[in-house]
């Protein structure tokens, strides 16, 4: 069960790799596309060079090793800090193209449901993040049978092709296609766009190493084998389809009515039952790919939150066990960037390809540093694996990045410098809060002076009641008007007298009927003037029965509390006084 529920999103990548390709190529025209043999051949080289270069991750790292780790413990803190940066843009991107091209499937087989892309790729990620907020566990079986339907009838597509190429039945490029027309030479510039685009068939390839710990014993091993198996499976649907593609002399269609993958299936299959279920099974794996990310993001942003590089809500654990508010991120995230890209999988993918050799550029080179560092036996030549994968990915990164800058690149380029610095300010707070707050070998300080101010918006029984509160927690205690109308103040006055509190009335004048201003620069007098270490504010409030009752009283109270969050040697108190059913009523 290991290749299915561990290589979901890089198998499902061959579902729209080879339709990048050929939409670059065919900007020289339809007979430009017999180069995507040669592009596909390629970026196969590089998957089996990453792969392998993964593989001696896997074997070292059998607690799980992903870029972030690789990069932090062998790079430093600051190479860490861009893997992050590049894995938690990966991740948002791996769900908002996962999610288009599924729906692209979807609309590959049902034409009509075309002006819904985007509500449909929105309720989907809506599905994806519900699930995973309710705690539903990654079961074997819901994942191994979509994965092996899929990869069941992609080597039945290809065993089909094989059998019409070799019986001399297949369409001619008249029949299949209408004859395009060049729009630009075929340069060397657009072969290396195509290449660019084609290695969106790499993503995924770094989850295994990230799950070891998940495999059965001897986990490291297990690990290794399935990320063999896993490239060997990538490889054959992804070369297939694009030899078949150019065999079938498949064109792409640059307004997205339909896949590569669904004309390739309508010419071999034709449109029956089995064409349907390739687009299902294609569907269903980009789901799938998708919800890979939910567990990924979530558990990197809490792995971070805990290395106190991001915010430390990201490390608390939901009602069901799950890291919450990254889901809920992951949602919004991915959410926008399909409504933003108008749920064109073309559209992102030049944003997609960048975070991803980022994270595997610097997994490589940290595992270079790595064996320089053990020299175990056989270090020099692991280490020259991992350098000709780091050598390699490094070129394609700065490829990917200068063919596509743009056509989008330029986004990510500019997203995960400003992550990284983000992540950097997260850090230095909390290593800088840490610092302040921790407890040192001092003399015990003297006891606090403390004064209590009450503040009275008018004369009732939340005042009393706040009153009271008040004279309980401190002997230096008073009570603070603000006067708003003046010829309010002679009756306050009196009947404040008549309430024998036997506590001082304070009157602050406020010219300018500002409640805010006054009682902030009186707190401030009796903090300086009276030597106080703290003052207690106290807010008299009560609360209504009924919630729509707050909405015809001002809020004054709220704003008082917020200005004085600011005020340092000021504790803020709310006093509620509860009003029953009866007294609520009796109001109206």
């Not at 040669?38 to 992903?66: E, K, M, N």
């Not at 809500?313 to 995230?333: M, T, W």
Request: with cysteine; glycine share 8%.
């Amino acid at each position: 069960l290991a290749l299915p529920i561990f290589s979901s999103d890089a198998i499902s990548s061959s579902a729209y790799a080879t339709e990048e390709i050929l939409l670059a190529l065919v900007l020289a025209g339809s007979i430009s596309l017999n180069y995507s043999i040669g592009v596909a051949a390629v970026i196969s080289l590089l998957f089996a060079i990453v792969a392998i270069s993964y593989r001696q991750t896997v074997l070292a790292y059998p607690s799980g090793g992903g870029a972030y780790i690789v990069a932090r413990e062998n790079l430093g803190l600051y190479p860490g800090i861009l893997a992050a940066a590049a894995l938690l843009t990966d991740y948002s991107l791996q769900v908002a193209v996962s999610v288009a091209a599924g729906v692209a499937a979807i609309i590959s087989a049902m034409p009509e449901l075309m002006e819904f892309r985007i509500i449909i790729g929105l309720l989907l990620i809506a599905f994806i993040a519900l699930i995973n907020l309710r705690g539903v566990r990654e079961s074997g079986w819901i994942f191994a049978w979509p994965t092996y339907l899929f990869i069941g009838i992609g080597l039945l597509l290809l065993a089909t092709g094989i059998m019409r190429v070799l019986q001399g039945d297949r369409p001619h490029a008249g029949e299949a296609e209408t004859f395009i027309a060049a729009a630009q030479p075929l340069t060397i510039f657009l072969l290396m766009r195509a290449f660019a685009s084609g290695c969106a068939a790499l993503t995924g390839i770094e989850a295994i190493s990230n799950a070891v710990p998940a495999f059965r014993p001897p986990e490291s091993k297990n690990a290794a084998a399935t990320l063999l198996l896993m490239m060997a499976v990538c490889i054959t649907l992804f070369f297939g389809v694009t030899l078949f593609a150019q065999l079938f002399h498949v064109v792409p269609d640059p307004t997205g009515h339909e896949t590569v993958v669904s004309k390739l299936g309508r010419a071999v299959f034709g449109a029956g039952p089995l064409y349907y279920i390739l687009q299902l099974a294609t569907a269903v794996i980009l789901v799938l790919a998708a919800n890979t990310s939910f567990g990924g993001f979530p558990r990197l942003a809490s792995i971070l939150a805990r290395d106190r590089l991001a915010p430390r809500q990201l490390a608390n654990l939901g009602d069901r066990l799950v890291f919450s508010n990254g889901i809920i991120l992951l949602a919004l995230f991915s959410g926008a960037l399909l409504v933003i890209f108008g749920g064109y999988v073309h559209s992102l993918i030049p944003l997609y390809a960048v975070g991803v050799f980022i994270s595997f550029t610097l997994s490589q080179a940290g595992m270079v540093m790595r064996w320089r560092k053990l020299k175990t036996k056989g270090w020099k030549l692991k280490a020259g694996v991992n350098a000709v994968g780091a050598l390699s990915t490094g070129i394609v990164l700065v490829v990917v990045a200068g063919v596509k800058f743009i056509h989008g690149a330029w986004i990510v380029l500019i997203v995960i410098p400003l992550l990284v610095l983000v992540i950097r300010k997260i850090n230095m707070h909390y290593v800088s809060l840490g610092a302040a707050l921790r407890v040192r070998e001092e003399p015990i300080p003297r006891a606090v002076r403390h004064s209590v101010v009450v503040l009275i918006p008018g004369i009732h029984r939340g005042v009393v009641s706040a009153m009271l509160y008040a004279k309980s927690i401190g002997p230096e205690c008073e009570a603070v008007f603000v006067e708003i109308d003046p010829t309010e103040t002679a009756r306050i006055q009196e009947m404040w007298k008549n309430l024998g509190m036997g506590v001082p009335l304070t009157v602050l004048k406020s010219p300018w009927r500002s409640l805010t201003e006054p009682i902030i620069k009186y707190v401030r007098t009796v903090r300086t003037e009276r030597h106080m270490d703290m003052v207690t504010v106290v807010l008299p409030e009560f609360a209504t029965t009924r919630w729509w009752h707050k909405l015809l009283h001002n809020q004054s109270g709220l704003l008082l509390k917020f200005a004085l969050m600011f005020e340092p040697g000021v504790v803020v108190s709310n006093v509620r006084y509860h009003l029953k059913e009866s007294e609520d009523s009796s109001a109206e």
